[in-house]
């Protein structure tokens, strides 16, 4: 399957100079959405993954069905203020912007294997928050998985040594 063909380009958007990856011509896609979702399972099939996590809002998209073709659970990070019970937060500046995540303190079980799944991986700040917290409450990034990756932005180098897998390079 050629991801590329089925994501679209918007020029200045969401600002100018931003070249926005559209993935919702991917997403209306049914068989391009279960082949992209299925090819990341695949990768991390034999990782004994215990939860995925993902970021609001394109996160819980690919997310979620990673998590139910890999068998575990999904925790949602979300934006601040959205979560109901006690939570941890972490700031994290982004390719057009700065945003928050925040989880819930008993999402995660200290030792658990984390999945950490999002559409994109541009400038590496919301995987970084994602990680931090992550391993604020124990958990053990074992791997991060995209859609997208624009390697211009080298996001990869925020991140250490981790494990990233994305199908998609710009
Ligand atoms: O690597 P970074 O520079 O951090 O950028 C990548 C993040 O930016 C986008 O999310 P956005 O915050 O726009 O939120 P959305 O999913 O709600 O559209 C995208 O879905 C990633 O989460
Ligand atoms: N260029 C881009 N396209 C889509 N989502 C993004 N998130 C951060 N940068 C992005």
């Given amino acids: 399957m050629n991801f590329?063909?089925?994501?679209?380009?918007?020029?200045?958007?969401?600002?100018?100079?931003?070249?926005?990856?559209?993935?919702t011509t991917l997403l209306r896609d049914g068989q391009a959405l279960r082949a992209a979702v299925q090819e990341i399972a695949n990768r991390f099939r034999d990782e004994k993954i215990d939860l995925v996590v993902g970021p609001e809002a394109r996160g819980f998209v690919i997310g979620t069905p990673v998590a139910y073709e890999l068998g575990c659970g999904f925790v949602p990070l979300r934006k601040p203020g959205k979560l109901p019970a006690?939570?941890?937060?972490?700031?994290?500046?982004?390719?057009?912007?700065?945003?928050?995540?925040?989880?819930?303190?008993?999402?995660?079980?200290?030792?658990?294997?984390?999945?950490?799944?999002?559409?994109?991986?541009?400038?590496g700040g919301t995987t970084r928050a994602a990680v931090e917290l992550v391993e604020k409450l124990g958990g053990q990034?074992?791997?991060?998985?995209?859609?997208?990756?624009?390697?211009?932005?080298?996001?990869?180098?925020?991140?250490?040594?981790?494990?990233?897998?994305?199908?998609?390079?710009?």
């Fill in 4 to 23: 590329k063909d089925k994501i679209r380009i918007i020029p200045d958007f969401p600002k100018p100079g931003i070249r926005f990856k559209d993935i």
């Fill in 86 to 123: 006690e939570t941890a937060k972490m700031e994290y500046g982004l390719e057009y912007g700065k945003d928050a995540l925040e989880i819930h303190l008993d999402a995660i079980q200290p030792g658990q294997r984390i999945l950490l799944v999002d559409d994109l991986l541009a400038t």
């Fill in 141 to 170: 990034v074992v791997g991060l998985a995209f859609l997208i990756e624009l390697t211009y932005l080298e996001g990869r180098k925020q991140l250490g040594d981790k494990e990233v897998f994305s199908l998609v390079q710009y």
